[in-house]
T-cell receptor
Framework: AQSVTQPDIHITVSEGASLELRCNYSYGATPYLFWYVQSPGQGLQLLLKYFSGDTLVQGIKGFEAEFKRSQSSFNLRKPSVHWSDAAEYFC???????????FGTGTRLTVIP | EAQVTQNPRYLITVTGKKLTVTCSQNMNHEYMSWYRQDPGLGLRQIYYSMNVEVTDKGDVPEGYKVSRKEKRNFPLILESPSPNQTSLYFCANRSGGLEQYFGPGTRLTVT
């Protein structure tokens, strides 16, 4: 079955520092992959998606992610974190034969001044 | 503005008292679904609907019902809520490109 794993439950970074959030996937074929962000008290917002083609994907809010088939990873990055990036981040993959997204358990990002 | 709306946003109720959480979209998407979010478990799908009058179970359907009588609305019904249904609930729809768009969430507490 398709799934994603986010190994980091909580990450703390200083404002202005770079960020990388890890996502590992398990998928039988070329996956579709998504990153969502959930700000406190908010719903989930799509940051970016990978379907095919260029393995470096640009998203909103200055985020990017790189698909690496050899490592089964789709890590989310941002070169300089802002305090407003404090949120929970979810990686997701469609479930083959089903009609839903399988979400990772999320990584909570704390940004310190 | 394209959006998915849910009501109520917060609800506290007692065990066994039937409740309905409404979900409405103005995006004309055929696919809609409900998720619950619990700490350490991420989001899990409860039910989904591929189109009007077509609904199917997700990963955690027990204790829930849904209906899809019209394209824009997809209410979630708890006939007899129990404390283990205390959770944060999200309605979502989906475009043809597979990405899902989420409502703001409904925080339900069952005592």
């Amino acid at each position: 079955a398709q799934s994603v794993t986010q190994p980091d439950i909580h990450i703390t970074v200083s404002e202005g520092a770079s960020l990388e959030l890890r996502c590992n996937y398990s998928y039988g074929a070329t996956p579709y992959l998504f990153w969502y962000v959930q700000s406190p008290g908010q719903g989930l917002q799509l940051l970016l998606k990978y379907f095919s083609g260029d393995t470096l994907v640009q998203g909103i809010k200055g985020f990017e992610a790189e698909f690496k088939r050899s490592q089964s990873s789709f890590n989310l990055r941002k070169p300089s974190v802002h305090w407003s990036d404090a949120a929970e981040y979810f990686c997701a993959v469609p479930q083959t034969g089903a009609n839903n997204l399988f979400f990772g358990t999320g990584t909570r990002l704390t940004v310190i001044p | 503005e394209a959006q998915v709306t849910q009501n109520p946003r917060y609800l506290i109720t007692v065990t066994g008292k039937k409740l309905t959480v409404t979900c409405s979209q103005n995006m004309n998407h055929e696919y809609m679904s409900w998720y619950r979010q619990d700490p350490g478990l991420g989001l899990r799908q409860i039910y989904y609907s591929m189109n009007v009058e077509v609904t199917d179970k997700g990963d955690v359907p027990e204790g829930y019902k849904v209906s899809r009588k019209e394209k824009r609305n997809f209410p979630l019904i708890l006939e007899s809520p129990s404390p283990n249904q205390t959770s944060l609930y999200f309605c979502a729809n989906r475009s043809g490109g597979l990405e899902q768009y989420f409502g703001p969430g409904t925080r339900l507490t069952v005592t």
